[in-house]
């Protein structure tokens, strides 16, 4: 079974920095997807970056666009999330999430995701 464990969440004034981590184990698929999702109270879950394991450029949503950068280590089974320019609006529980889909289906919704982190918040004041 996949396991995915996150670290890096806290809190931080508008204009900061932090830095999201993702490590994966058990994956018993070659090439699988893997993102970044997140969570503000009374909404519901959005992704927020996406990347597919067996290569093929990252897609992030356009609100996040410039200012968060996806990268991964050589085995492709770490995924860290750097979040520059925090803004109030990026207050949320973030979680990583992998699923064994194409790369044409990387860009699904929280529900087609099949294992996912405990999750890291983060928080942002004004």
């Known amino acids: 079974q996949v396991h995915l464990v996150e670290s890096g969440g806290g809190s931080v004034q508008a204009g900061g920095a932090l830095r999201l981590s993702c490590r994966a184990s058990g994956f018993t698929y070659r090439t699988y997807c893997m993102g970044w999702f997140r969570q503000s109270p009374g909404k519901e879950r959005e992704g927020v970056a996406y990347v597919f394991t067996g290569g093929g450029g990252p897609y992030y949503i356009d609100s996040v666009k410039g200012r968060f950068t996806l990268s991964q280590d050589g085995a492709k089974t770490t995924l860290d999330l750097q979040m520059n320019s925090l803004n109030p609006e990026d207050t949320a529980m973030y979680y990583c999430?992998?699923?064994?889909?194409?790369?044409?289906?990387?860009?699904?919704?929280?529900?087609?995701?099949?294992?996912w982190g405990q999750g890291t918040q983060v928080t942002v004041s004004s």
């Open positions: 999430a992998a699923a064994s889909l194409s790369r044409a289906y990387c860009r699904t919704v929280a529900s087609g995701y099949d294992y």
